[in-house]
């Protein structure tokens, strides 16, 4: 038995073909789209990961790195001769700017150029090749508690009057406050480790100074005053 499909002259579609007028015409489909793939931005994106992963892979090898690095083991006046003995390495993490630790030939017979305390890293602006000691001045350390002081203290390049203050007996000679020099330049603060509330302050005076300010501090009786630089 033999079934026809009539469609009265009208366009129809039959198994995949389309049927105009009797005739029967193969349908072309258009193929489906299919995605675009771009090589290009897959390799940038396989770049930037393997990047990142070698800065994290830097990052972590080095986050442990140390210098070893030039530090001060003994007190060092300024102008002193610094010798091997003064001197040893520790290693320090992260960017630093002292004196690494393959030079310490090359600061062993310089100068302190500034008072260096032990455990101070040491820095090429704290030596010198020259004595930065003025001719005829001399280095004396003064303790001073906190009223013999102005309130907010003094720091290194300081100028300061520096006062016998009198004795507390008024028929004492000594009873009034003497002048003791005027204008000293400050060259180095601390605070005294040993008595708290006492600073101590280098000065530098000259070497007929010297001793009176040196008999002043002994005696518990010196006051700076600060004054306007020169």
């Known amino acids: 038995m033999t079934t ?7 366009a129809g579609e039959v198994g995949g073909a389309r049927q105009v007028n009797g005739s029967v015409t193969p349908v ?7 995605r675009e ?3 290009g931005l897959l390799a940038l994106g396989l770049v930037v990961v393997l990047g990142a992963g070698a800065l994290f892979g830097w990052l972590y090898s080095t986050a442990g790195e140390k210098t ?4 001060v083991t003994s007190k060092i006046p300024v102008g002193q001769v610094i010798e091997r003995t003064d001197l040893s390495t520790v290693d320090v993490a992260g960017a630093v700017t002292a004196i690494a630790g393959g030079n310490l030939d090359s600061v062993v017979g310089e100068r302190a150029s500034v008072t260096l305390l032990p455990g ?3 820095q090429r602006s704290m030596i010198t090749d020259t004595d930065p ?3 005829g001045r001399v280095q004396v350390g003064v303790a001073v508690r906190a009223s013999q002081l102005p309130a907010d203290g ?4 300081d100028r300061v009057t ?5 004795s507390a007996q008024p028929a004492d000679a000594t009873s009034e406050p003497k002048v003791l020099v005027d204008g000293a330049a400050v060259d180095a603060v601390r605070e005294d480790p040993t008595q708290a509330g006492t600073t101590l302050v280098t000065l530098l005076v000259t070497s007929a100074q010297g001793p009176a300010v040196a008999a002043a501090s002994g005696a518990g009786s010196a006051a700076l005053i600060k004054v306007a630089a020169s």
Do not use: D, H, I
């Not at 070893?68 to 530090?71: D, K, Q, R, T």
């Open 4 to 10: 026809s499909t009539t469609l009265n002259g009208a």
């Open 154 to 157: 003094v720091v290194p390049g």
């Open 68 to 71: 070893p690095a030039l530090v």
């Open 28 to 34: 072309v489909r258009s193929p489906l789209p299919t």
């Open 37 to 39: 793939r771009r090589p």
């Open 120 to 122: 101070t890293l040491l």
């Open 162 to 166: 520096v006062l016998r203050l009198g």
């Open 133 to 135: 000691l003025p001719a």
